[in-house]
């Protein structure tokens, strides 16, 4: 029996978290004074699950001094009172989508990713950068409070045709 890719809806947007960026000269020194000495250690499109004031967060690095942070609170009140050589900012084109690990080994079968980046084995605590056709996406495979979530970022003007081809998808139960 085969089943839509979609049987539950997609999360577009989770109102109690948002995805913020932090970026410049000091970007690794603010983000570890935020997060901790780790972050400092991940590689290009590596995670790691904390907290910051009492509220559990992501923190993806992208590259050395840019990180992508998921988190529930204004980032930017805990950055700006720092005084660094950083910006940190959301982007109202970004949005993403919540898919399952089974619509995602449906969806690797249409992704294309470039070297050195590989979609088999991809684990927790992962990111990469991928395209479905002509739609460039960010696929985050992570935790949030100890729970597995692989998330699609995407741009907002992309987010339609996205959704429709995601629909189209079939997969086996």
């Avoid at 991940?42 to 995670?47: A, D, E, K, N």
């Avoid at 690095?61 to 942070?69: G, P, Q």
């Avoid at 991928?130 to 985050?140: G, R, Y």
Wanted: glycine letters at 4%; hydrophobic letters at 40%.
């Amino acid at each position: 029996m085969t089943k839509p890719l979609m049987t539950k809806p997609l999360v577009t947007r989770t109102p109690t978290t948002q995805l913020w960026d932090i970026a410049g000269a000091d970007g690794l020194e603010v983000t570890e004074q935020l997060f901790g000495k780790s972050v400092g250690y991940l590689s290009p499109f590596q995670s790691v699950e904390t907290v910051l004031k009492n509220e559990a967060c992501s923190v993806l690095r992208l590259c050395d001094h840019n990180f992508r942070i998921r988190y529930g609170a204004p980032l930017d009140q805990l950055v700006t009172p720092l005084n660094r050589c950083v910006w940190v900012k959301r982007y109202p084109w970004l949005t993403r989508l919540t898919i399952s690990t089974k619509q995602l080994l449906v969806l690797t079968e249409h992704l294309t990713v470039r070297a050195p980046h590989r979609l088999a084995h991809f684990p927790n605590h992962q990111a990469l950068p991928a395209c479905l056709e002509t739609i460039p996406l960010l696929i985050w495979r992570h935790l949030i409070e100890g729970k597995p979530v692989i998330e699609l970022q995407v741009a907002q003007i992309d987010l339609r045709r996205l959704k429709q081809r995601l629909d189209s998808f079939n997969f086996v139960v």
